[in-house]
């Protein structure tokens, strides 16, 4: 017992999972744990009830996770359908359970059996009185294993109950209690999936498939929080087909595998403070478990197995990725407020604009729905006047916006932080930073040989050298289809005054590796080590070392 209660001690003192350079140093194949149902800043998803339901596997396992990350087993069920519960008074009632009174009680009082020297003396109590027809159950409580009976809505004046901390199991759909878990915040109940002849077990919660543990938590009494406590190769395996089609390239589906299982190392301690390292939105990554997982998603992280994206010999903190550039990844310092050496911009002629969706974006936007915007950010002013891009970064990116009001005064200007010169009012939002305005005043149009006239400012623009947008004016030489030549010219026409067009390429913070390039890359025959390298500046890739 001795040895047991120290385990529980030292767990406390350590997270889940120890990120690099801590005390306790994870292996290529470390343990992480991803908040599925829990709170948040925006939203509540802790449950009444937790429910499980073991897809290929036998059962499960009750227990903990010592302060090595190994499951310490204190019991076990064949029920391949369990729930967990909050042990105060919950009601069952249409398959659900919930703090409102109504339907059959899974109370927070039990009928106390005594205290046993060990859980095989408990549980041999436990199949004797449950031969005998009482629902008796096991209870491990504050490193003590009793036997308690029956549930009850009140003490009764002899009944006990668990602390604000407690969590009881049941088989789902009824209020037969299978096992009761009590430790604080030193411990907290993990449940392990037993799998089948071999076979890597699969559960189901909340309608997604996971591999892996899960782990239950209360705090100061309040409804479940529910955590995944999976291998970062299978956390992987969760990411890759929601992060990138499972039908892309295999080199491409690497390069993914690579990069999401860096940034899960260098983010560890992300949500740390929530009890978790990772949660499953665009936050972190996007994990949905193995609903999506096909053999080529699962091939490309098996392949890549222990590989990561390294900055001189240590793990890259900051190994980001977005859907596609327009042209030109962008410093994180023009984004961010840090510059990190890795993220360094680079011209991208790897995106194929055939066939990436909405590729090309355009947005119409006034003097009106810009001064609300404004408003809306608290900026005191006078009506604007005026909209235009004050500064491009060395690759073409936007830098900095700038708002003058109608006498030609500076209102305000916005430069690098990507949530401020990314416009985001009413049904205007630039998808990157990578776009151009035009101002309704100044919109030029193309006359082609035929006579018909197109507005620069909806579809005709030119590319530089670096990809980015420019206008055109004056007499443009443009190859046709059919390879011939011709000139056709740009008249200023007259446009509608604080009336702005803007137009834009890529969807995205511009920083790091450009999934849709990692595309064109991997079609034209390049490897994902080569892909890796051209996004992040100086980079390997390969197996590392965590140490002291």
Same mark, same amino acid.
């Given at each position: #017992?001795?040895?047991?209660?120290?385990?529980?001690?030292?767990?406390?003192?350590?997270?889940?999972?120890?990120?690099?350079?801590?005390?306790?140093?994870?292996?290529?194949?470390?343990?992480?744990?991803?908040?599925? !149902?829990?709170?948040? *800043?925006?939203?509540?998803?802790?449950?009444? /009830?937790?429910?499980?339901?073991?897809?290929?596997?036998?059962?499960?396992?009750?227990?903990?996770?010592?302060?090595?990350?190994?499951?310490?087993?204190?019991?076990?069920?064949?029920?391949?359908?369990?729930?967990?519960?909050?042990?105060? =008074?919950?009601?069952?009632?249409?398959?659900?359970?919930?703090?409102?009174?109504?339907?059959?009680?899974?109370?927070?009082?039990?009928?106390?059996?005594?205290?046993?020297?060990?859980?095989?003396?408990?549980?041999?109590?436990?199949?004797?009185?449950?031969?005998?027809?009482?629902?008796?159950?096991?209870?491990?409580?504050?490193?003590?294993?009793?036997?308690?009976?029956?549930?009850?809505?009140?003490?009764?004046?002899?009944?006990?109950?668990?602390?604000?901390?407690?969590?009881?199991?049941?088989?789902?759909?009824?209020?037969?209690?299978?096992?009761?878990?009590?430790?604080?915040?030193?411990?907290?109940?993990?449940?392990?999936?037993?799998?089948?002849?071999?076979?890597?077990?699969?559960?189901?919660?909340?309608?997604?498939?996971?591999?892996? #543990?899960?782990?239950?938590?209360?705090?100061?009494?309040? =409804?479940?929080?529910?955590?995944?406590?999976?291998?970062?190769?299978?956390?992987?395996?969760?990411?890759?087909?929601?992060?990138m089609s499972p039908t892309w390239p295999i080199e491409a589906l690497k390069s993914q595998a690579v990069a999401a299982r860096s940034y899960a190392a260098?983010?560890?301690?992300?949500?740390?403070?929530?009890?978790?390292?990772?949660?499953?939105?665009?936050?972190?990554?996007?994990?949905?478990? #193995?609903?999506?997982?096909?053999?080529?998603?699962?091939?490309?992280?098996?392949?890549?197995?222990?590989?990561?994206?390294?900055?001189?010999?240590?793990?890259?903190?900051?190994?980001?990725?977005?859907?596609?550039?327009? /042209?030109?990844?962008?410093?994180?310092? =023009?984004?961010?407020?840090?510059?990190?050496?890795?993220?360094?911009?680079?011209?991208?002629?790897?995106?194929?604009?055939?066939?990436?969706?909405?590729?090309?974006?355009?947005?119409?936007?006034?003097?009106?729905?810009?001064?609300?915007?404004?408003?809306?950010?608290?900026?005191?002013?006078?009506?604007?006047?005026?909209?235009?891009?004050?500064?491009?970064?060395?690759?073409?990116?936007?830098?900095?916006?700038?708002? *003058?009001?109608?006498?030609?005064?500076?209102?305000?200007?916005?430069?690098?932080?990507?949530?401020?010169?990314?416009?985001?009012?009413? =049904?205007?939002?630039?998808?990157?930073?990578?776009?151009?305005?035009?101002?309704?005043? !100044?919109?030029?149009?193309?006359?082609?040989?035929?006579?018909?006239?197109?507005?620069?400012? !909806?579809?005709?623009?030119?590319?530089?050298?670096?990809?980015?947008?420019?206008?055109?004016?004056?007499?443009?030489?443009?190859?046709?289809?059919?390879? !011939?030549?011709?000139?056709?010219?740009?008249?200023?026409?007259?446009?509608?005054?604080?009336?702005?067009?803007?137009?834009?390429?890529?969807?995205?913070?511009?920083?790091?590796?450009?999934?849709?390039?990692?595309?064109?890359?991997?079609?034209?025959?390049?490897?994902?080590?080569?892909?890796?390298?051209?996004?992040?500046?100086?980079?390997?890739?390969?197996?590392?070392?965590?140490? *002291?």
């Amino acid at each position: #017992m001795k040895r047991l209660l120290c385990l529980f001690l030292c767990a406390a003192m350590l997270p889940l999972v120890a990120p690099p350079g801590a005390d306790a140093a994870p292996e290529a194949d470390f343990l992480l744990r991803i908040g599925l !149902s829990v709170k948040t *800043n925006t939203e509540d998803n802790s449950l009444v /009830g937790a429910n499980l339901d073991n897809y290929a596997g036998l059962g499960y396992e009750f227990g903990f996770l010592n302060a090595d990350n190994a499951f310490v087993p204190l019991g076990t069920t064949t029920y391949k359908e369990i729930t967990m519960v909050k042990n105060r =008074n919950v009601y069952l009632a249409n398959g659900a359970y919930s703090d409102n009174a109504g339907g059959e009680l899974v109370g927070a009082f039990h009928v106390s059996h005594g205290s046993y020297p060990g859980r095989t003396e408990a549980e041999a109590a436990v199949a004797s009185l449950r031969a005998q027809g009482v629902s008796a159950f096991v209870s491990y409580s504050n490193g003590v294993w009793e036997v308690r009976s029956g549930s009850y809505a009140d003490s009764g004046g002899a009944r006990v109950s668990g602390s604000k901390y407690c969590i009881s199991v049941v088989r789902t759909g009824t209020t037969d209690i299978l096992f009761q878990f009590d430790y604080g915040t030193t411990a907290h109940l993990c449940v392990r999936p037993l799998g089948e002849g071999g076979e890597k077990p699969i559960t189901w919660h909340k309608g997604k498939r996971y591999y892996g #543990m899960f782990e239950f938590r209360r705090f100061e009494g309040n =409804n479940i929080y529910v955590y995944n406590a999976i291998n970062v190769q299978d956390y992987v395996k969760g990411v890759l087909p929601y992060e990138m089609s499972p039908t892309w390239p295999i080199e491409a589906l690497k390069s993914q595998a690579v990069a999401a299982r860096s940034y899960a190392a260098g983010t560890l301690r992300k949500h740390r403070a929530a009890g978790y390292a990772l949660c499953t939105s665009t936050d972190c990554q996007v994990y949905r478990g #193995m609903g999506e997982a096909s053999a080529l998603t699962n091939q490309a992280v098996d392949e890549t197995y222990g590989q990561f994206i390294t900055y001189n010999g240590a793990a890259c903190k900051t190994a980001v990725y977005h859907s596609s550039s327009g /042209g030109a990844t962008e410093n994180s310092e =023009n984004v961010w407020n840090e510059a990190v050496p890795y993220l360094r911009g680079v011209v991208d002629n790897y995106e194929d604009e055939a066939v990436i969706p909405n590729y090309i974006w355009r947005y119409t936007c006034t003097n009106d729905q810009l001064s609300a915007m404004l408003t809306a950010r608290g900026v005191a002013h006078n009506g604007v006047g005026s909209f235009y891009i004050q500064r491009y970064t060395d690759t073409s990116n936007v830098h900095t916006v700038a708002f *003058n009001d109608r006498n030609g005064n500076l209102i305000t200007s916005y430069s690098k932080e990507m949530a401020r010169i990314r416009l985001n009012f009413g =049904n205007i939002r630039t998808k990157s930073l990578r776009y151009n305005i035009y101002s309704g005043d !100044s919109i030029l149009s193309a006359t082609a040989p035929d006579g018909t006239s197109t507005p620069a400012g !909806s579809e005709l623009y030119a590319l530089d050298g670096t990809g980015a947008l420019i206008p055109v004016g004056g007499e443009v030489t443009v190859l046709s289809g059919d390879g !011939s030549l011709h000139t056709v010219s740009t008249v200023p026409q007259t446009g509608t005054d604080g009336v702005y067009i803007v137009i834009g390429r890529g969807d995205g913070h511009n920083l790091g590796m450009s999934q849709w390039g990692a595309h064109g890359m991997a079609d034209q025959g390049f490897s994902y080590i080569e892909i890796l390298k051209h996004y992040y500046t100086g980079v390997e890739v390969g197996q590392i070392t965590f140490s *002291n």
